[in-house]
């Protein structure tokens, strides 16, 4: 089974940055987009930014474009979210998908694992 095991999160105060990881094992990492995403309590799971397969495409949501920045490292099997001026409206868990193929898909149908989420926490 594909693993993916995020990491990074924690309490900070607005203003502030994170920079949370995502390490996969199971199949090729370099032939797969992936993803990550967010969802606070009572509200639905909502797209924040994605990588293509090689990361020569990526997408970010309009809510976090320009403070928060998405990469990959294909030999360590690893993903990156850098998160900067952080607002207490990014308080959520936070996950890391992998897609069934190499597209920046925005759509959390168009991935078929997930890892467990961690907790980013912002405090004003």
């Known amino acids: 089974q594909v693993q993916l095991v995020e990491s990074g999160g924690g309490m900070v105060q607005a203003g502030d940055s994170l920079r949370l990881s995502c390490a996969a094992s199971?199949?090729?990492?370099?032939?797969?987009?992936m993803g990550w995403f967010r969802q606070a309590p009572g509200k639905e799971r909502e797209f924040v930014a994605c990588?293509?397969?090689?990361?020569?495409?990526?997408g970010q949501a309009d809510s976090v474009k320009g403070r928060f920045t998405i990469s990959r490292d294909n030999a360590k099997n690893t993903v990156y979210l850098q998160m900067n001026s952080l607002k207490p409206e990014d308080t959520a868990v936070y996950y890391c998908?992998?897609?069934?193929?190499?597209?920046?898909?925005?759509?959390?149908?168009?991935?078929?694992?997930w890892g467990q989420g961690t907790q980013v926490t912002v405090s004003s």
């Open positions: 199971g199949r090729t990492f370099s032939n797969y987009a």
């Open positions: 990588i293509s397969a090689i990361g020569s495409l990526t």
């Open positions: 998908a992998a897609a069934g193929g190499g597209m920046c898909y925005t759509s959390p149908n168009e991935y078929n694992y």
